[in-house]
């Protein structure tokens, strides 16, 4: 459902690749983590998988729909949550998110429903009608996820979701994920909480200098590796590629 071959990603201000040949796949009920340093390129790859940011060579695609050749149609199947709040404080949380609905064309009735369900979900009812400007971080987290559901997309694309989130309401994220995937869909995510994405992942990748270091399935890690968590792993492969500069890809 998410396709994408040899992308690369160089900003005008750097002479270096903020992302470089990137090769992955994400497949139908897959919550699928990316992981690596900051810095790294975790956030460029995932603004030119949404279609944020232009890139320079590679292919992506969204549910068999090119991204550079049918932006529309591959867009149309994303929900995003970015790692910084992008909202319009001028407005209330209930107008954002019917904005956003009405971008994805979602019919009135069907909105309705959806949205109650979410704000309870993540106990903001009665919080929508207030403006944007006076949220605290994690309430305006909330409305991201909302707003990035109210379409019912079928990728579902996170960047450091959990930030600003009470435990209970990333309880109900986690959920929520696990809810969306068993629907044929996938949620591709990025976060630091390591223990978080080996309880949830089916699939990970790390990356480091722009660079693909490794895909992991998570059954297989768990059944190869008893010993090692995906913590030590993590810091295992990225001190490596520090100490040797080494841009080979692993897939475990």
């Known amino acids: 459902m998410i396709r994408i071959n040899n992308l690369s990603k160089t900003y005008k201000s750097s002479n270096t690749k903020a992302v ?3 090769s992955l796949e994400v497949k139908a009920g897959e919550i699928f983590g990316f992981l690596g340093p900051n810095g790294a390129g975790k956030s460029t790859t995932i603004k030119c998988i949404t279609g944020i940011l232009p890139y320079e ?4 695609s969204i549910c068999g729909h090119d991204l550079k050749d049918n932006p529309v149609e591959a867009k149309s199947k994303i929900g995003y949550v970015a790692d910084e709040n992008i909202l319009y404080d001028g407005l209330t949380g209930l ?5 956003i609905a009405d971008v994805f064309n979602v019919e009135s009735n069907v909105r309705k429903e959806r949205i ?3 704000a309870k979900t993540f106990d903001m009812h009665d919080k929508l009608a207030q403006r944007i400007s006076s949220y605290s971080h994690g309430m305006k987290q909330k409305i991201s996820i909302i ?7 079928e990728v579902w694309i996170l960047d450091e979701p959990m930030t600003g989130l009470d435990p209970k309401s990333s309880f109900a994220l986690k959920q929520l994920m696990n809810e969306h995937i068993s629907k044929g869909n996938v949620v ?3 976060s630091h909480v390591l223990e978080v994405v080996e309880k949830l992942c089916t ?3 790390i990356i480091n200098k722009g660079k693909l270091v490794t895909v992991c399935d998570m059954k297989e890690l768990k059944a190869k590796r008893e010993d090692l968590s995906l913590e030590e792993l993590f810091l295992g492969l990225t001190n490596e590629i520090e100490a040797n500069n080494d841009d080979d890809k692993t897939i475990i």
């Not at 060579?57 to 992506?60: E, T």
């Not at 107008?95 to 904005?99: K, Q, T």
């Not at 707003?147 to 997309?153: D, G």
């Open 116 to 118: 109650e369900k979410y």
């Open 20 to 22: 470089d040949d990137i």
């Open 188 to 190: 591709f995510f990025s």
């Open 147 to 153: 707003s990035a559901l109210v379409h019912q997309p």
């Open 57 to 60: 060579q590679g292919h992506i």
């Open 203 to 205: 699939k990970i990748a």
């Open 95 to 99: 107008e954002y998110i019917n904005f």
